[in-house]
Every structure is written in C-alpha cells, then in structure tokens.
C-alpha cells in the first residue's frame, strides 16, 4: 500500500527552525514528485514547496522562499523540508502529498494534481 507519514512538527518560538520529514512506503520516491502544503486554521491548504522526480526541480511559494528548503534522501525513502527562520504565520497543519496528476510545472499548487497524502504533523510557532 502506498503510504505517506509525515513527522517532525511541534511548538517553536519565532525565528526558530524545524525539520518535517516525510516518510514514504509502498513506493519509490526518486519515481515521483512530493509537495508539501500546509493549512492553517479557517484557511485553505497553499502549496508551500515542491520537489520533482530524482531532485530534478524545486518550488517553494513566494512566503516561504529563502526560509524553506526541500529535499530527499533516496536511500531512505524520505523527503524532508527544513524551515528555518519561522513566523507565526507559519502556523499549521503541514502535509506531504505525492502528485500523481502533472498538468503544467506551475500547476504544482494545486491539490487536486497530488493522489496520496500524509496525514498531517502540526506546526505551532509561537511569537
């Protein structure tokens, strides 16, 4: 079964870093691309970074660029996001999804393009 764990969240003051990782299972994560989203409460889940096949492309979303940064380590099966520099804007639920749809590059922020996803790892930050 293709499975999706995401880890790595928790409660960090403002200015501090985390590292999510996403463990995948079922699957081989150099054959496809993963994004990471994230919601907030009250608001809709936003493509936050992208990582294309064997490392091929990088995303990230204007909010996040320069403070995120995406990667994968193929013998473990596992992609990562390292975010440093973090606001309390960037708290929320953060998900890791494999995108099974590819429409256009650009189209990487749409959920609907990505056909499994990680249940979730909270990420509080605290000002």
């Known amino acids: 079964d293709v499975q999706l764990q995401a880890s790595g969240g928790g409660l960090v003051q403002s200015g501090g870093s985390l590292r999510l990782s996403c463990a995948a299972s079922?699957?081989?994560?150099?054959?496809?691309?993963i994004g990471w989203f994230r919601q907030a409460p009250g608001k809709e889940r936003e493509g936050v970074s992208y990582?294309?096949?064997?490392?091929?492309?990088?995303y990230y979303a204007d909010s996040v660029k320069g403070r995120f940064t995406i990667s994968s380590d193929n013998a473990k099966n596992t992609a990562y996001l390292q975010m440093n520099s973090l606001k309390p804007e960037d708290t929320a639920v953060y998900y890791c999804?494999?995108?099974?749809?590819?429409?256009?590059?650009?189209?990487?922020?749409?959920?609907?393009?990505?056909?499994?996803w990680g249940q979730g790892t909270l990420v509080t930050v605290s000002s």
């Open positions: 999804a494999r995108r099974d749809r590819f429409r256009y590059a650009y189209t990487w922020v749409l959920a609907r393009e990505y056909g499994f």
């Open positions: 079922g699957f081989t994560l150099d054959d496809y691309a």
């Open positions: 990582i294309g096949t064997s490392d091929s492309v990088k």
